[in-house]
């Protein structure tokens, strides 16, 4: 028995791993399970931009941020989709179905074609293979054509499974509505860890539950069905384009195409070549005084932030309690969207060039007219940060962002240097203006140009002047009234069209705004003028949004003049449809707001309600949600409850749509503050309007202070 322990003590001793081996073998275990959890097949995506086949879906999807477009000819249908991933785990579509052959009934004889209806689908995936567990089924369950008419109505749940060795994913579920019953399909990429062109080719079999034969909305000439399994394939060409051929119900083939791209996720098409690297010389810190004198100093500053894309406005000399001076700076971010990257500018110019005679700099950042937030920097943490010593996170922490304090009395400070704002800056920038579902066709549009001046008037009043051409329009002949579902209600915006159709030329906005910074995170602002094409008056807003909150509280109010169809004159009184038909009532608007704002920044979502009354004179509360993404990108939804008790289509209507901002430098190869926006309602109604007012400060302060990801203080 001794001779045999004493054979196996080495052998077991031998085989027992050390804990360095033990960590390094753990290690490779993470490693690869990492590897297979972002390992993936290549995403298959229906005729209804969906993860999924040809007519089902499937569990997956696509990743956060990621934009679409597609057409699919989907016999006897034709589709536009429209798809955007707010988070990993929910996708949204959008769908505009076009019954092909078959005359839409109110309004077809007028030109408007086939019937059409639109359709929104939204699918919640429950888990994700990126969620920790690759070896279960992803799992997801959905809602197709969820809003309105609902023609197309299904509920489903899905689960599907990658098998990576054999490039092959299978899909089983079940639904109810138009998928009726269980339904499934596999799909199998061969080729696709090869570098060729067959890399992103995928055959794909699906067996399709869609109740073709007793679904009361569906076309008639899409009722016969051969067989239930639908085969094709479909090419993804650099995951962007996805080009897909089928056959359908074993009697039509289809084919679709669609776009795809992360513009959320996006550092832009281009490189920022044309961005200045940070400042790093000359380093000047000599002192104050006779080698260095206070106008060369100020030159050098002026001149090293005009560089980096930032204005210097203001220098100032103030006492300090220490004995020594300190210095007070003003400054406008004219190129940046991200306050990191202004305050490392920053710290950079101050670092190389603050006079070693110097206490602290206080810089103050100012937008649109009104003092955002303010930074405390001691001379001696910069010159520690130049040095390398003192990190940009420590840094942050020691030198945090501040509510603006009062500026330095200009009878117990010395004034280096000073620069007024412009009086005015001409802009010129193309506008769009789209209409869906009209009688004489299914899509309206007006495209044009936007030219005019702003600026700033004794340095302090920002004003906007500036008129709109339509160069192209299809909506010259349309009628502002709803024939099936007339507005009961004032017309305050469902006349939008008569602006349209009055001239070529409008005048768009001439109005005088002042704003004003009230300290401890209070700010507030008058505006006066033609706020837009069809409202002028007068308007206030006061704000209490301090520097670290994530949340704000405010009210505005305006009162409000509608404008004529065309020229600068105003209406005094407004149409309202009654039970004798049209009449005309004196109107002046009135709409007032309590607003409350919300920012969860660890999925950098923004809410909003405000609480008020609307410029038809309904009465209740708007909720806005979007997610702003790390490119800048914001999209949104709002929906509006209001006493309006308008009605269309036998319901009652509650306003809502969606909105897509967009910073403009995700096509250019410099950083710019730029956005464009698009905006569309799901109709065009009079309940829930609200009118521009001129610039918001929630906004200024928001986009001001705006950091994609969150950081600590």
């Not at 696509?62 to 988070?87: E, I, K, M, T």
């Not at 004219?334 to 206490?359: F, S, W």
């Not at 003028?529 to 670290?548: D, I, M, N, Q, R």
């Not at 897509?660 to 309940?687: E, H, Q």
Request: glycine content about 8%.
């Amino acid at each position: 028995m001794l001779k045999i322990l004493f054979i196996l003590f080495p052998i077991v001793a031998f085989a027992a791993e050390t804990p360095a081996e033990q960590l390094f073998h753990d290690l490779e275990t993470v490693k690869t399970i990492d590897r297979e959890i972002h390992d993936k097949l290549p995403l298959v995506v229906n005729s209804q931009l969906q993860g999924g086949y040809f007519t089902m879906p499937s569990a997956r999807t696509y990743d956060a941020g990621v934009l679409g477009f597609g057409f699919s000819y989907l016999p006897p249908y034709r589709l536009w989709n429209l798809g955007f991933q707010f988070f990993d785990h929910i996708e949204t579509t959008g769908n505009y179905w076009i019954f092909h052959g078959i005359t839409e009934g109110n309004f077809g004889h007028l030109g408007f074609g086939d019937d059409a209806e639109r359709a929104a689908n939204v699918k919640f995936i429950l888990l994700r293979k990126t969620d920790g567990i690759p070896f279960l089924p992803e799992f997801a369950l959905g809602w197709n054509d969820f809003l309105g008419s609902c023609r197309f109505n299904s509920f489903y749940v899905v689960a599907t499974q990658e098998f990576l060795k054999a490039n092959l994913e299978a899909s089983l579920g079940w639904g109810t509505g138009r998928i009726h019953g269980v339904f499934g399909g596999l799909a199998w990429s061969p080729w696709r860890k090869m570098s060729n062109v067959l890399k992103g080719l995928s055959f794909a079999v699906e067996y399709d539950a869609n109740n073709y034969k007793k679904h009361g909305t569906e076309h008639h000439e899409g009722r016969e069905i051969n067989t239930r399994f639908n085969v094709g394939v479909q090419y993804n060409i650099y995951d962007l384009f996805r080009l897909t051929a089928h056959t359908l119900r074993g009697r039509d083939v289809g084919a679709n195409i669609a776009f795809t791209y992360n513009l959320g996720e996006s550092k832009g098409l281009y490189p920022k070549i044309y961005d200045p690297p940070l400042y790093s010389a000359p380093v000047d810190q000599e002192p104050l005084g006779i080698v260095r004198s206070r106008e060369e100093f100020a030159q050098q500053m002026a001149y090293a932030f005009k560089e980096q894309g930032i204005d210097l406005y203001d220098v100032r000399l103030v006492p300090h309690s220490s004995g020594k001076d300190a210095l007070w700076l003003k400054l406008i971010n004219i190129r940046y969207r991200e306050e990191e990257i202004v305050r490392e500018k920053i710290e950079h110019v101050l670092g190389t060039l603050m006079p070693e005679n110097m206490a602290k700099c206080t810089v103050v950042v100012e937008a649109d007219g009104v003092l955002v937030h303010e930074y405390h920097f001691r001379t001696e943490d910069l010159k520690r940060f130049c040095e390398n010593k003192l990190g940009p996170d420590e840094f942050r922490i020691i030198a945090p962002l501040h509510n603006v304090t009062t500026a330095p009395d200009l009878y117990e400070s010395s004034r280096l240097y000073r620069r007024t704002k412009p009086i005015w800056l001409l802009t010129l920038r193309p506008w769009m203006k789209s209409f869906f579902g009209s009688s004489q066709g299914k899509f309206k549009y007006e495209v044009g140009l936007s030219l005019g001046p702003e600026g700033y008037l004794f340095d302090q009043i920002y004003y906007s002047l500036y008129g709109s051409w339509t160069f192209k329009s299809s909506v010259q002949k349309l009628s502002d009234r709803d024939f099936l579902n007339p507005s009961r209600l004032l017309i305050v915006r469902t006349d939008a069209l008569r602006y349209n159709q009055s001239n070529s030329l409008h005048l768009d906005q001439a109005f005088l705004q002042k704003s004003w910074n009230m300290g401890k995170g209070w700010f507030s602002r008058l505006a006066a003028g033609y706020f837009e094409t069809a409202y002028a008056g007068v308007a206030a807003e006061a704000l209490y949004y301090p520097v670290k909150f994530n949340w704000a509280i405010g009210f505005e109010a305006a009162t409000l003049l509608k404008r004529e169809y065309f020229g600068i004159g105003f209406q005094r009184k407004v149409k309202k449809l009654t039970d004798t038909g049209y009449k005309r009532f004196p109107y002046t608007g009135l709409q007032y707001f309590v607003d409350f704002y919300y920012e969860y920044k660890p999925f950098n979502l923004e809410f909003k309600a405000s609480v008020g009354q609307f410029l038809a004179r309904d009465k209740g509360v708007r909720f806005d949600v979007a997610r702003v993404f790390p490119s800048g990108l914001r999209v949104g939804l709002w929906y509006t409850l209001t006493n309006a008790g308008d009605m269309v289509n036998g319901h009652r209507y509650y306003d809502k749509g969606f909105s897509i901002t967009l910073p403009l430098d995700v096509f250019l190869n410099k950083s710019s503050r730029t956005r464009v926006g698009y905006g569309m309602s799901a109709w065009l109604r009079d309940c829930g309007a609200k009118a521009m007012t001129g610039k918001e400060l929630y906004q200024t302060v928001y986009y001001e202070r705006f950091n994609p990801k969150p950081l600590l203080y």
